[in-house]
């Protein structure tokens, strides 16, 4: 099963707001609410920041949050800070009953 | 508070075998399922396995059925990953990550496989 689609890389100023989108198939993401979201620091444990779509874990600020259109889930993050940048992954539950990641996304905080 | 520590990673050789262990602690161990991720180097995450609560149950991805076992002992709080036919494609950073029923909640740092 190929991976989710996800650019390979964003920017974006101090402050800002990006978004990264996720786009799969209606087998994966467009067939179930189980969209989560992943912040990895090289060297680190990944970290949950949203999952079922749009549900975020407490202790995970507010500037992160999800979305989901038909196929394509996609997570913005607000306010912008030096440390968001990280590489960000989506996932999806699956119709065989497997979990899918994307390619992952190199965010870039200029 | 939750550790999953991940070991049994190293340097093997092309065909050979290796058996990844996952401990965990500050939890009750045998409540949650469990899967194992791997991220190549320079590349990304890449789902392989999970296994439910008692290990009655497991899935994988295709890429991996029939080489790869998932396996636990709830008795020792350990989660395992069996990799047979090693080959240069399986050299990767290897996570286990415990979930909640729609996503992988608490993840390990990972332990390192090369096969060369």
Redesign the interface.
Known sequence: ?S?LTQPASVSGSPGQSITISCTGTSSDIGGYN?V?W?Q?HPG?????LI??VNNRPSEVSTRFSGSKSGNTASLTISGLQAEDEA?Y?C?S?TS?????????TKLTVL | EVQLVESGGGLVQPGGSLRLSCAASGFTFSRYWYHWVRQAPGKGLVWLSRINSDGTSTTYADSVKGRFTISRDNAKNTLYLQIDSLRAADTAIYYCARSTATYLEHWGQGTLVTVS
């Open positions: 099963q991976a189980y989560a992943y990895h680190k444990a990944p970290k949950v999952y079922d590489d992954y996932s539950y065989s009953s497997t979990r899918l990641f994307g390619g992952g």
